[in-house]
């Protein structure tokens, strides 16, 4: 078989490209791989539907026509490797599509810690539509689950537990929760928030091993502490770039799949995009994954107009974390950790925002951080072109809102 374009997932980046591709192209064939089966769903909706807020036929986002109607040719396959040279790949390590070019839109997957006994029924992972399916039976009040690490996921886990009467044990190694997403304040204001919920939240605590016992239930045994029974146990520690099956070809990887600022690998005619790409941000890195949704779409969207022949640069992604949890709303942008250098602006608490902090360099907003109300995501929705501006302001922070209303207004005419 033969294709002009083929895209390997059939998640955010790889339709965004897609549709793309067909809004620019109506003659071009388009075909797309995918080692899930089914229609395209998305992964940010699973703990909604745990949380019994979505129905689980919410999850999809395209329908049964969508193939068709579009005109794409749809595989169902994991993709084993791939010839840049011979320009081909093979699918299921039997049969092989060759292309005119290719996005790599295959996103990442559960990191798997070497913890003794991770590898039992009843031990998951929250990441796919089938992880999903597997854990809904286990969502029932009255149940014990141990959720191994603190991250995003994992905490929108545990609250979807919570949230169904689940008695719920978080475990974490780090002496603090979620690094990626929020600073240490906003750390210590959500944690003690979770455990106003009766979470047993536990940091700077390893995990030694998931002892199944003859009922079924685990013992989670701890290094100098007591183990934690449990019914089932939920594994976030992490995520690795989906790249096993570019062994042998001559794609560079450093982490994730390295691409320039049109979402070109180092092989002409070979793209990337979403979870599995490293590359450019706002702030001028040249090789960086934020895996995030928005950013997955933006990627496959220039990853496509490149395809096409557009030249047109990707301004770079600007990570963006936005949740409810807990009755709270976690939120966060840009450098936020306030590194040194960095002016720290704290938005009084009178302003009714909950804990917010906006960081500056040199007169430049890099970055935000919120743990507090839904009311203060007017404010970062404004902050967001002005991070990516670069450009040097003047705002009085004690009346942001205001400030960046006039400015939002500037950048845009
Ligand atoms: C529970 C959960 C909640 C999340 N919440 C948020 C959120 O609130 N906000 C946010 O911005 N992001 C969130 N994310 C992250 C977001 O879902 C990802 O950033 C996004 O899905 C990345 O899209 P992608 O297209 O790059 O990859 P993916 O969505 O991971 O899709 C990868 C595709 O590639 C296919 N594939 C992989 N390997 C192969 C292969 N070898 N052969 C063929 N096909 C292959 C897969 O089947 C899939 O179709 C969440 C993720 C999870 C799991």
Redesign the pocket.
């Known amino acids: 078989m033969k294709t002009d374009v083929l895209i ?8 965004s490209a897609a549709e793309t591709i067909r809004k620019h192209d109506k003659t071009k064939s388009v075909t797309i ?4 089966g089914g229609n ?1 769903y ?3 909706l ?2 909604y539907i745990l949380r019994g807020k979505l129905k689980e036929e919410n999850v999809f986002i395209r329908d049964n026509n969508y193939y068709q109607s579009n005109d794409f040719d749809y595989i169902e ?4 490797s791939i010839n840049n040279k011979e320009k081909n790949i093979t ?1 299921d390590n039997n049969y092989s599509v060759n292309y005119e070019s290719l996005l790599i ?4 997957s559960p990191i798997k810690p070497p913890i003794p006994g991770i590898d039992q029924d009843g031990v998951y992972h ?3 539509k089938s992880d999903m399916e597997a854990l809904i039976p286990h969502f029932q009040s009255g149940k014990r689950v141990a959720v191994i690490g603190s991250g ?2 994992s905490l ?2 545990a609250w979807a537990a919570v949230s169904k009467g689940l008695q719920v044990t978080v475990i974490e190694l780090a002496n603090r929760i979620m690094p990626s997403v929020i600073d240490n304040k906003g750390a210590e204001i959500l944690s003690e928030k979770i455990r106003s919920f009766d979470v047993d939240l536990r940091t700077e605590t390893m995990t030694n091993a998931i002892e199944k016992q003859p009922d079924g239930s685990f013992l989670i045994q701890l290094k100098g502490q007591e183990p934690v029974a449990a019914d089932f146990v939920i594994v976030g520690t992490g995520v690795r770039p ?1 790249t ?2 570019l062994a042998g070809s001559d794609i560079t990887v450093d982490r994730g799949i390295c691409v320039d600022e049109f979402m070109q690998t180092n092989v002409e005619g070979i793209y990337a ?4 790409a490293a590359g450019p941000t706002s702030f001028g890195d040249p090789h960086q994954i934020h ?6 779409i933006e990627m ?1 969207k220039f990853a496509a107009l490149n395809m096409l022949g557009k030249k047109i640069p990707y301004e770079g992604s600007l990570n ?4 409810q949890m807990y009755d709270l709303t976690v939120a966060s942008m840009g450098n936020f950790a306030d590194e040194s250098g960095d002016e720290v602006h704290l938005i009084p608490e009178s302003q009714g925002m909950g804990y917010m902090k906006v960081c500056s360099r040199e007169h430049r907003i890099v970055g935000a951080c919120l743990v507090g109300k839904t009311s203060a995501m007017i404010i970062f929705g404004m902050l967001r072109p002005v991070i990516r501006q670069h450009k040097q302001v003047t705002v009085d922070y004690m009346n942001l809102e205001r400030d960046l209303q006039k400015l939002t207004y500037g950048l845009m005419h």
Do not use: C, H, Y
């Not at 390997?8 to 339709?15: D, F, M, P």
């Not at 895996?291 to 997955?296: D, R, V, Y």
């Not at 963006?320 to 949740?323: L, R």
């Open positions: 390997i997932g059939n998640s955010a980046a790889g339709l791989v995918s080692s899930e395209a998305s992964r940010v699973l703990p396959g994991k993709v084993t699918i839109a295959t996103g990442s929250m990441w796919t995003f996921v929108q886990a989906n096993g099956f995009a979403g979870d599995v895996a995030l949704w928005p950013t997955a496959g963006m974390n936005v949740t």
